[in-house]
């Protein structure tokens, strides 16, 4: 709650909230396949460096692995944080992609739904 307290945050209405929020599922809408085959493609490139990285220890010789234990210590530890990182990123995305935004959704169609001229007219009526 701490941008509650930064002065120069502009707190926004819920006109401007909900505004945001459709141009944000829109740009989501709109570039789904590109996105799709970008996330597909980084699992897929996420699959060949850790089959590269598997295949490079394996390689090693037990000589040369004692000879340079803190260069290929280093290298390991690179490797290893970049595929993981790798991997995180791509199936993170995945899991995005297919989730929908549908709390966003369902919060554009109850706002919607809420602020319709028909229930106003009919919540005139009633009273």
Do not use: C, T
Not at 6 to 13: A, C, D, I, V
Not at 22 to 27: F, G, Q, T, Y
Request: aromatic share 14%; no cysteine; charged share 25%.
């Amino acid at each position: 709650m701490i941008w509650k307290l930064l002065p120069f945050r502009k707190r926004k209405s819920d006109d401007e909230f909900i505004a945001g929020i459709r141009r944000n599922i829109e740009a989501w809408d709109r570039w789904r396949y590109g996105r799709i085959l970008l996330s597909v493609s980084l699992v897929a490139a996420w699959i060949w460096v850790l089959s590269l990285s598997i295949r490079l220890i394996l390689k090693l010789d037990q000589q040369e692995v004692e000879s340079m234990a803190l260069f290929w210590g280093n290298l390991g530890m690179l490797i290893g944080f970049a595929v993981g990182f790798l991997g995180s990123v791509a199936f993170s995305y995945l899991a995005i992609l297919s989730a929908g935004f549908r709390s966003e959704r369902l919060l554009l169609k109850y706002y919607d739904a809420q602020n319709s001229p028909e229930q106003s007219e009919d919540e005139e009526s009633q009273a």
